[in-house]
């Protein structure tokens, strides 16, 4: 009853009297308007930052609303161009509080526990007269926030417990309620129509005049959709009944997957549609594109005329063409593709437009914003740099470009972190967005806005793991921001950990190396030291004393012997010394311009006043200081300033200067956009990227020199070598700045026109002007040379046009004609043309309303066309923008319209021809056609279109972005394949087409010609010349040729007019014996070594029988047939099991060996073994049955680098996969496993029988053996019952047959051999050598005779016959169709019959029909490859290398096979998807696929729930190799750490994991437990120590990380804490020992006793008893690599430390060790605290007890091999050994000196510990952790 209050809806301001401001809160901008449209006042909400305005209800964060309505309508409209945001708290049951957030600024859809992200994006088609668009219209926004908590989180709703309503919009009110109200229909509608509707009550209705519909003037959207509903019905729901012109909620593919269907849109879309009732095409399931400027792309159907809009965030892409019908067809879709299904009874318009069509290749400029920033990378190699929107990393050797893609506007700063992995990167515009991009991949990790304006300044910490940046915000304060980026690329965001308003001049601000968290920054008058701590960042001022009015630069950190310096420098010259922690200036430098002697000015003549050089940016390095300052010198300096040392002037002021990492280069930057580099051992300077300083207006290519022409606002004329991108020429001119340009086409000159109305000719020889032309009055427009190069033109702003004559080297005026050119035109290439047989020239003029052709040798008009009278826009006033040329034959005209249309004209008669449609909001001023007249380039704004001019209805066209300015130019260069744009900058991009188009299904060579099937002798490489190969049915059969020598290979289909029958021959012969068979051509087969084994010749072409010919018949036992009627091409062969004789002297035997080692192919489905230096181990000491001291219990981990190693039966339960060379049968329900030995090397895969009752493992040739080892286990009794050997190197797939009567056995891409075993006997059946690799194999499940493989663009059937003891193979090979693409197909699965599945390397999926032999419809599945696919029914999932599991709903497969090749996949949709940790690698499903379980290469088996949307692990292992194993002090947890720089926390009982901390690009090396404190008993620590020398505190509790040290410069290889786990003590590679207290994060003292050599063992223990001759109640050792063990006596409360012991041992004899040298391992002994046990540390293979009380040793225990790893029970007087040559863990009783050998690790053991109860042993080789229980402890 606490609810009834609130039925049947309640108005929230009302009732919260917002009005009032006391039960609610407003912040910023928020005022109350009178709106016209609803006639009522209603609240605004505006400013620049959303989080900063807003509307809260209820006052604070502590209250809560308690509405407990199902439905919450917001009733709102969006301010126009502005971003807007909707937070609720709602709360579940359980009094968790969800955060659900919906906002424009949303790009995609993002979940987290307590927050869902949706994005709001309004489209809209063309809208009606007078009808705005959704964007600016009042929204009835209702939620279902039922719905919305169970679909998405599976969470049960409870109440609303917060509203926010931040800027930009306006908001009238909120209601709830438990109804759903239809906001269109009133309750006298509903009354009079009866309409079985809820009507919307009279306060909450929007004001509708009278006559007009609801849906004209405003939106109503409901999310959820209602999920009872079918798709269709789902989406038009909220439609106006009367027609389908209302908005609609639109559909988008699940990005992840959750129990709700997908027509459940995760994010708000609103659509307006035109009046005509529209058909819905299925939005095309798409993987998102790469970063990429190529971001958008319509295709229109030629079939009733589709408008088909696709949409980028923002913009829209459109294609019209109307000379078809006017249905119109809105296709509104999230991706960036758009495929428009025809109607069937309609043949579609097929485009050969490549997507993408065009790449990026390079880019010529530098700057932008600002050209300060230029970055080393940290090998030295490359240089970073922005170039407006684009990042560059320029190879400085090789000049090669890496492009980082995604800015939309000017990149205003730079930083990389210390590791060089992590780049940040900030774009101008407020606000300013920032990308923190993946260094070494080019990907976005994150994508952020800045709270200020234009972040002006970035600069990262070493570790990367804080951001610090600097701006002003929106009222001109400096604002510093800082940020954590520490999660990510582990799938968090990156955090404002503070934000500081400062009132001081900040010019540089950079964070020290040494520490994350202390900073500096510098500027006018001020030099300041920040440190981040508690949350915030506080700031302190250094004193400057008579120097606080200098104005500062830039400014360095050096680290000094004792101490850090900063340095600053300052305009009027200085230099500081700043002590960091005193905070005073040391010394004071001033920098001033020497004299000559005896000249009467400075040597050096400076840029600014003063008489200081004004220094404008610093760099150090160790040695030395670069200097960069404004007169453009770049000066080297010892530290000392004493003299230069080098300087290198440049030609502008220096902007910026970068000391590489090793110091032996100096970068510099320049104002006027140069940027080079000063080597200092050869004093040479380099430069490596010029650049113009403004916009570029124009370009023009050169064909015989590859040369580029550019002019720009910076009044220079360039000139580019195409091929390096470097610099040629430049020709400045101060006075007037160029237009145009255009070169000679056959003579070495350019032309060029100027803003003065000069046209100058260049001699590109002598570089100097050869004649000027002054015969126009203002500035020039247009300039065009014809393709014969006999004439030039030029126009002018005032109208008039000049004629050239241009053949002599000194081009004289023909003619001046005034008033002809449009005086409004604005200068463009596009602007004045000259046709391709340089016969016509056209512009737009004399008006700007009309075109005019000319003849160019007369200038006689020839046409002139009225733009106006073409209608192109209905009833407004167009005009022509720019006009092309076409290709000659049909010779066509171009003309750009201001209605941003493209209006094609013929040339002669002017008759319009066709017309495409642009987009808003710019007209195309810029139009080109390439020189086959393929390709259309139209730009507007900053987009460049690509159009497929040759479609001729509806041109398919894809938009290109990535210029921050409008685009000036576009030209393909002289040979076709690039193509040139400037604007900003020159981009250079790859056209990734072919020249020329060839139809489908053509074949290279003359037509017609016979297509032979034959091979040379040398080579006998297959040649695939069928002309029917893409899968259709062909028109002719090809005839093999007769040409000698006869080896033929087997040929998709047979002769034409052959018999059906091919003949082989068992005559002898020898290698000299090839002749040409008298009758038809025959196949060679080969002679099996070995029982069965029918093998192709390993040195013959693919798909070769290598045996020789019989024109009489078939030998016995073995034939070749096409016996299967309409399986065509087939080649059968036979054998019966036995052993056969040789046919001849001349017969080969067995050809399995190659002549060069193969090549792994480009996939990751092949299996490869890990690189093992250990054996096998020898002479082992197994124990006797039932005397074994350790019992295998349990394995930690899952071999991620297996493939198809799981198998699970969810019928019987029962589920094994592999481990190292283990494989683990685990009960689900218990967790118990059991765990089957026998496989020397690690398993590759594994196949489970149909029954359940056989399971087939294989694992790779070890060391001892010749053969890959298969094994098959009875599974009831877990016991082996054969074991199987044939394969070479490594076993790829198995498989049974749907009667279990057979196994298939797949070798790797170095084996390349088909095996086939038979169940009931384990003979090998029959074995085939493969032409090449094949990927997968699978058996038809309807039809035992059937396995089909996949490989390198073909899929190979193999039907298989049994008639008693024979065994019958056909095997068909069908080619994938050159219209699917040419890529390989890596996986595949069967579906309903006659359907199979492939998945291929590029990320589609293809269906073929196996009864037709043909491939008929594919799909883009996935960006990645596609390693798994399983079908049952009508689902399929995909599993890929980008770690996604997608599913998809393929009911509408079976119906498609009717359409053959003409079928589309727009019937496949994806109904969810799942981002995993790593590579798909092996996945099982119930036959429901609503469940199954799914293995990674990260080591990891996640449960997979379809129906809840969820993952959950199973198993978890490291995918690097574990460096430690330790315990709690009860036992109940362990922790390990892995090179994967991962620290994962562990339940002992469950072995299940908790917890796992990760660092980025680092490996933790060592770990160490918090032994229990006195003073805090419940703290739990773990201390982790990495790869760089940090130190990480782990809080076990709090699950955080609680402090972060930087101890050491080397990476840390032991860590320790002390008795009382106060202290902790860490050793590094160098061989220091740090001694630090973590409650203080201060290391106190360090000890070099072991310097030179690593510490590898670090162990300490309270001192209970003993006088070992020093004081102290702490006892630890550290051990080093030099044979060095030192003990110690310590109290560190009172900061003491004495040395009890130093042993020093020999080094072993370089002969008898490794190649890598075994660790030095000490342990003090559990049972005797006065013995110390080394290992590792003498001469010989031993163990030493040592006395520390008699100083001598006591024992030795002899071992076959050095030891890696050690560790001593603190039970029994046992001990575990790993050891380094074999891969064997030994337990040795040192009370006995009894031994016992144990197997199951698949490398060295290079891990032991014991537990603390010494009940359990924990080992670990590579990445496996092995748990033994200990037993008669």
């Known amino acids: 009853m606490a609810g009834v209050w609130q039925q049947p809806f309640l108005n929230v301001f009302r009732h919260f009297k917002v009005d009032e401001w006391k039960r609610s809160s407003k912040e910023g901008d928020v005022a109350v308007v009178t709106d016209k449209t609803l006639k009522c006042t209603v609240y605004r909400v505006r400013g620049p930052v959303s989080s900063g305005n807003y509307i809260q209800l209820p006052k604070t964060s502590t209250q809560s609303l308690g509405l407990t309505g199902r439905y919450l309508y917001v009733l709102f409209r969006p301010l126009p161009a502005k971003h807007f945001v909707i937070h609720l708290d709602l709360c579940a049951e359980g009094s968790q509080v969800i955060r659900v957030s919906f906002s424009n600024f949303f790009k995609e859809f993002k979940s987290t526990a307590p927050w869902l992200q949706f994005p709001f994006i309004c489209e809209t088609g063309t809208p009606r007269k007078g009808v705005g668009s959704p964007g600016a219209r009042w929204t009835c926004l209702q939620l279902d926030l039922h719905d919305i908590l169970l679909v998405y989180l599976n969470r049960r709703y409870s109440h609303l417990k917060s509203i926010r309503l931040c800027a930009s919009l306006l908001v009238r009110n909120l209601y709830t309620s438990d109804l759903c109200f239809d906001p269109a229909v009133t309750v006298a509608e509903a009354r009079c129509a009866k309409l079985p509707i809820t009507p919307i009550p009279r306060e909450m209705a929007f004001p509708v005049p009278k006559g007009e519909s609801w849906h004209d003037h405003y939106v109503h959207i409901r999310f959820p959709s209602d999920s009872s509903k079918t798709p269709c019905e789902a989406v038009q729901k909220s439609c106006s009944p009367s027609e389908a012109a209302g908005p609609v909620l639109r559909l988008l593919p699940h990005p992840a997957a959750f129990s709700k269907p997908v027509q459940d849109s995760l994010a708000l879309m609103?659509?307006?549609?035109?009046?005509?009732?529209?058909?819905?095409?299925?939005?095309?399931?798409?993987?998102?594109?790469?970063?990429?400027?190529?971001?958008?792309?319509?295709?229109?159907?030629?079939?009733?005329?589709?408008s088909v809009r696709s949409q980028e965030p923002l913009a829209w892409v459109e294609a019209t063409d109307k000379h078809v019908a006017s249905d119109s067809l809105h296709v509104s879709v999230h991706q960036t593709t758009v495929e428009p299904t025809a109607p069937e009874d309609a043949s579609p318009q097929e485009s050969f437009l490549p997507d993408p069509v065009l790449r990026l290749k390079g880019v010529i400029g530098f700057g932008g914003h600002s050209t300060k920033w230029a970055l080393w990378t940290r090998d030295g190699a490359a240089v970073v740099y922005p170039c407006h929107a684009i990042i560059v990393v320029l190879c400085v050797n090789t000049r090669q470009q890496r492009l980082f893609l995604g800015h939309t506007d000017k990149v205003s700063a730079l930083a990389l972190d210390g590791s060089g992995s992590l780049l940040a990167s900030a774009q101008a515009r407020p606000h300013s967005m920032l990308r923190l991009w993946d260094f070494q991949t080019g990907e976005c990790l994150s994508l952020f806005q800045s709270p200020v304006h234009t972040v002006c300044s970035l600069s990262f910490s070493d570790s990367g793991e804080v951001l610090c940046g600097v701006g002003k915000d929106r009222h001109g304060r400096m604002t510093v921001v800082v940020w954590g980026t520490a999660q990510v690329g582990r799938g968090g965001e990156a955090v404002i950990l503070t934000k500081v308003h400062s009132d001081v001049d900040i010019q540089a601000f950079k964070v020290a190396f040494f520490d994350e968290t202390r900073m500096a920054s510098c500027g006018r008058g001020s030099v300041r030291l920040w440190r981040l701590r508690g949350g915030g960042l506080r700031s302190c001022p250094v004193d400057l004393g008579e120097h606080h009015a200098l104005e500062f630069t830039d400014l360095a950190f050096r680290q000094a012997q004792d101490s850090h310096i900063l340095y600053v420098c300052s305009r009027s010259g200085h230099i500081l010394e700043i002590d960091h922690q005193r905070m005073a200036v040391r010394c004071a430098r001033r920098l001033l311009p020497t004299q000559t002697p005896g000249g009467p000015l400075p040597q050096k003549q400076t840029f600014s006043s003063g008489p200081g050089i004004a220094i404008s940016s610093l760099s150090i390095s160790q040695a030395k200081c670069a200097m960069g300052s404004e007169d453009g010198y770049l000066r080297l300096w010892p530290l000392d300033f004493s003299s230069v040392l080098l300087e290198a002037e440049h030609e502008g002021p220096i902007s910026s200067v970068c000391v590489s990492p090793d110091g032996l280069r100096v970068l510099s930057t320049t104002s006027s956009g140069h940027l080079g580099f000063l080597d200092i051992l050869s004093r040479e300077y380099s430069v490596l990227v010029r650049s113009h300083a403004a916009p570029v207006l124009a370009l023009a290519t050169e064909s015989s020199r590859g040369q580029l022409a550019t002019v720009s606002q910076d009044h220079t004329v360039r000139i580019w070598d195409l091929a390096t991108l470097q610099q040629l020429y430049d020709f400045a001119s101060p006075e007037e700045a160029p237009c145009a340009v255009a070169f000679h086409p056959t003579q070495p000159t350019f032309f060029c026109g100027f803003s003065s109305g000069a046209v100058r000719s260049f001699s590109l020889e002598t570089t100097e002007v050869l004649v000027e032309h002054r015969c126009h009055r203002g500035a020039i427009t247009g300039l065009a040379a014809s393709p014969n190069g006999s004439l030039l033109f030029s126009s002018c702003s005032r109208g008039s046009l000049a004629q050239y004559h241009s053949s002599a080297p000194q081009c004289r005026i023909l003619r001046v004609t005034a008033n002809m050119v449009c005086q409004e035109a604005c200068p463009s290439p596009s602007a004045l043309v000259v046709s391709g047989d340089s016969h016509l020239l056209a512009f737009v003029g004399p008006s700007?309303?009309?075109?005019?052709?000319?003849?160019?040798?007369?200038?006689?008009?020839?046409?002139?066309?009225?733009?106006?009278?073409?209608?192109?826009?209905?009833?407004?006033?167009?005009?022509?923008?720019?006009?092309?040329?076409?290709?000659?034959?049909?010779?066509?005209?171009?003309?750009?319209?201001?209605?941003?249309?493209?209006?094609?004209?013929?040339?002669?008669?002017?008759?319009?021809?066709?017309?495409?449609?642009?987009?808003?909001?710019?007209?195309?001023?810029?139009?080109?056609?390439?020189?086959?007249?393929?390709?259309?380039?139209?730009?507007?704004?900053?987009?460049?279109?690509?159009?497929?001019?040759?479609?001729?209805?509806?041109?398919?066209?894809?938009?290109?972005?990535?210029?921050?300015?409008?685009?000036?130019?576009?030209?393909?260069?002289?040979?076709?394949?690039?193509?040139?744009?400037?604007?900003?900058?020159?981009?250079?991009?790859?056209?990734?087409?072919?020249?020329?188009?060839?139809?489908?299904?053509?074949?290279?060579?003359?037509?017609?010609?016979?297509?032979?099937?034959?091979?040379?002798?040398?080579?006998?490489?297959?040649?695939?010349?069928?002309?029917?190969?893409?899968?259709?049915?062909?028109?002719?059969?090809?005839?093999?040729?007769?040409?000698?020598?006869?080896?033929?290979?087997?040929?998709?289909?047979?002769?034409?007019?052959?018999?059906?029958?091919?003949?082989?021959?068992?005559?002898?012969?020898?290698?000299?014996?090839?002749?040409?068979?008298?009758?038809?051509?025959?196949?060679?087969?080969?002679?099996?070594?070995?029982?069965?084994d029918g093998a192709w010749g390993a040195m013959g072409g693919p798909w070769d029988l290598d045996r020789p010919p019989n024109p009489r018949g078939w030998p016995s036992g073995l034939r070749t047939d096409l016996a299967a009627p309409g399986r065509q091409g087939m080649v059968t062969y036979r054998t019966n099991g036995e052993p056969k004789a040789p046919a001849g002297p001349g017969a080969c035997s067995t050809g399995r060996a190659r002549a060069q080692p193969p090549t792994r192919p480009d996939s990751y489905r092949h299996f490869t073994a890990r690189y093992k230096a250990s054996l096998l181990p020898k002479g082992l000491s197994f124990p006797a049955v039932g005397d074994e001291r350790l019992h295998l219990k349990a394995v930690m981990g899952y071999n991620g680098n297996g493939r198809a190693n799981l198998v699970w039966r969810p019928d019987t339960g029962f589920f094994a996969y592999t481990c190292g060379c283990l494989v683990v049968v685990e009960d689900l329900h218990?967790?118990?496993?059991?765990?089957?030995?026998?496989?020397?090397?690690?398993?590759?895969?594994?196949?489970?029988?149909?029954?359940?009752?056989?399971?087939?493992?294989?694992?790779?040739?070890?060391?001892?053996?010749?053969?890959?080892?298969?094994?098959?286990?009875?599974?009831?009794?877990?016991?082996?019952?054969?074991?199987?050997?044939?394969?070479?190197?490594?076993?790829?797939?198995?498989?049974?047959?749907?009667?279990?009567?057979?196994?298939?056995?797949?070798?790797?891409?170095?084996?390349?051999?088909?095996?086939?075993?038979?169940?009931?006997?384990?003979?090998?059946?029959?074995?085939?050598?493969?032409?090449?690799?094949?990927?997968?194999?699978?058996?038809?499940?309807w039809d035992a005779g059937e396995l089909a493989c996949v490989g390198q663009g073909a899929v190979t059937l193999w039907l298989l016959q049994q008639r008693g003891g024979d065994v019958s193979l056909q095997v068909h090979r069908e080619p994938i169709p050159e219209e699917v693409g040419g890529w390989e197909l890596t996986s595949l699965c069967y579906g309903t019959t006659p359907l199979l599945y492939c998945g291929s390397n590029a990320g589609q999926v293809c269906v073929w029909d196996m009864c037709a032999s043909c491939c008929f419809l594919a799909w883009e599945a996935d960006d990645g490859e596609i390693g798994v696919l399983l079908c049952s029914g009508a689902r399929l999932v995909s599993g890929s290398n980008t770690r996604r599991l997608r599913l998809w709903a393929v009911g509408a497969v079976p119906e498609l096979r009717c359409k053959g090749s003409g079928a589309r996949s727009s019937s496949v949709f994806m109904e969810h998807e799942l981002t995993l940790d790593g590579a798909v690698v092996s996945a099982v499903f119930h036959e429901s696929m609503d469940m199954g379980v799914v293995g990674t290469t990260a080591g990891t088996l996640w449960y997979v729930s379809w129906a809840e949307g969820t993952s959950t692990r199973l198993v978890s292992g490291h995918q690097s190799k574990v460096n430690e194993v330790v315990f709690s002090p009860s036992e109940s947890h362990c922790a390990t750490c892995s090179d994967d720089g991962s620290v994962r926390v562990w339940s002992v009982a469950s072995m299940e994991l908790l917890i796992q901390f990760q660092v980025l690009s680092q490996s933790c090396l060592c770990l160490s437990w918090s032994s229990p404190s006195c003073e805090r008993p419940e703290q739990q620590w773990v201390a982790a120590g990495y790869s760089d020398g940090t130190l990480r505190l782990f809080s076990i509790p709090l699950i955080a990380m609680e402090l972060k040290m930087h101890p050491h410069s080397a990476a840390l290889t032991a860590i320790a804490f002390s008795a009382d786990g106060q202290t902790i003590l860490s050793g590094d590679r160098d061989g220091l020992v740090a001694v630090s207290r973590p409650r203080t994060g201060m290391t106190f003292r360090v000890l070099n006793d072991h310097r030179g050599a690593p510490i590898c063992t670090i162990q300490s223990t309270r001192r209970e008893y003993g006088d070992f001759g020093a004081e102290g109640v702490d006892l630890w050792l550290a051990a080093s690599g030099d044979q060095q063990v030192s003990v110690w006596a310590s109290n560190w409360l009172q900061d003491r430390c004495e040395l009890v012991d130093w042993l020093s041992f020999p080094a072993p004899a370089l002969t008898e060790?490794?190649?890598?040298?075994?660790?030095?391992?000490?342990?003090?002994?559990?049972?005797?605290?006065?013995?110390?046990?080394?290992?590792?540390?003498?001469?010989?293979?031993?163990?030493?007890?040592?006395?520390?009380?008699?100083?001598q040793v006591m024992k030795k225990i002899p071992l076959p091999f050095f030891a890696v790893s050690m560790s001593l029970s603190p039970g029994a007087h046992l001990m575990a050994i790993g050891f380094s040559a074999e891969r064997v863990l030994r337990l040795v009783d040192c009370a006995s000196g009894a031994v016992q050998d144990f197997a199951g690790h698949d490398d060295s053991v290079q891990l032991c510990r014991f537990a603390p109860s010494a009940r359990l042993l924990f080992t670990a080789a590579h990445n496996g952790i092995l748990v033994w229980e200990v037993t008669g402890h």
């Open 270 to 306: 609103v659509q307006k549609r035109g009046p005509t009732a529209s058909r819905q095409a299925p939005s095309v399931p798409r993987p998102l594109p790469e970063v990429s400027v190529s971001c958008e792309r319509s295709k229109v159907s030629s079939v009733g005329g589709p």
């Open 1230 to 1341: 218990s967790g118990v496993q059991q765990h089957w030995l026998g496989h020397p090397e690690e398993i590759s895969t594994l196949a489970l029988s149909h029954d359940a009752q056989v399971l087939a493992s294989a694992s790779g040739r070890s060391s001892t053996a010749s053969r890959c080892q298969i094994r098959v286990w009875d599974v009831p009794g877990g016991s082996c019952r054969q074991l199987l050997s044939h394969h070479d190197t490594a076993v790829q797939a198995l498989a049974f047959s749907p009667d279990d009567r057979l196994l298939v056995t797949l070798g790797d891409y170095g084996d390349r051999t088909l095996a086939l075993w038979s169940m009931a006997t384990y003979e090998l059946v029959s074995s085939t050598c493969l032409p090449e690799p094949v990927y997968g194999m699978a058996f038809n499940p």
């Open 848 to 1092: 700007k309303y009309t075109v005019t052709v000319m003849d160019t040798a007369s200038l006689d008009e020839l046409l002139r066309v009225d733009i106006r009278t073409l209608d192109l826009a209905g009833s407004c006033l167009d005009s022509a923008v720019a006009v092309c040329f076409g290709p000659a034959p049909p010779g066509h005209l171009l003309v750009s319209t201001s209605s941003n249309m493209v209006a094609v004209l013929d040339a002669t008669s002017g008759r319009l021809v066709r017309e495409l449609s642009c987009v808003p909001p710019a007209a195309c001023s810029v139009l080109a056609l390439s020189g086959d007249g393929r390709f259309l380039l139209t730009a507007a704004d900053r987009a460049i279109k690509v159009w497929d001019y040759s479609a001729q209805a509806g041109p398919g066209c894809q938009v290109y972005i990535g210029h921050s300015e409008p685009v000036r130019a576009v030209a393909f260069t002289p040979d076709q394949q690039q193509l040139l744009s400037v604007g900003d900058a020159i981009f250079l991009w790859d056209v990734l087409a072919p020249s020329e188009k060839s139809p489908p299904g053509s074949v290279q060579g003359s037509p017609g010609a016979p297509t032979t099937c034959e091979a040379g002798l040398g080579t006998r490489q297959l040649e695939d010349m069928v002309s029917g190969a893409n899968g259709l049915p062909r028109q002719q059969v090809p005839m093999p040729s007769q040409a000698s020598p006869p080896w033929l290979d087997i040929c998709a289909r047979p002769p034409k007019d052959h018999d059906g029958a091919f003949s082989m021959s068992d005559e002898s012969r020898g290698p000299e014996g090839l002749r040409q068979a008298s009758g038809p051509p025959v196949l060679v087969q080969k002679e099996a070594g070995r029982a069965g």
């Open 1713 to 1751: 060790v490794p190649s890598c040298p075994p660790p030095s391992l000490a342990a003090f002994c559990p049972w005797d605290e006065a013995l110390l046990v080394c290992a590792g540390l003498s001469v010989h293979h031993e163990v030493v007890f040592y006395s520390l009380c008699q100083k």
